[in-house]
């Protein structure tokens, strides 16, 4: 999981502002990837910790 977060970070840390969802069951972990994407200038819209709730919210929210 530590890998993709630094695969996740080395190709977001250049690129434009991202409106982005994250979806991740585990709390420690999605705090560390809000925290990053948000050093490299992108917007977290929210997290979500299921696959129900993260459609819903990629229909209302229309992440990038």
Not at 4 to 12: A, G, W
């Amino acid at each position: 999981i530590i890998g993709i977060i630094f695969i996740l970070i080395k190709y977001t840390k250049d690129a434009e502002s991202l409106k982005i969802l994250i979806v991740e069951d585990d709390a420690i972990i999605s705090q560390l990837i809000e925290h990053h994407l948000n050093e490299f200038g992108h917007q977290v819209l929210d997290i979500s910790f299921n696959s129900e709730r993260a459609l819903d919210l990629i229909h209302n929210l229309n992440p990038d």
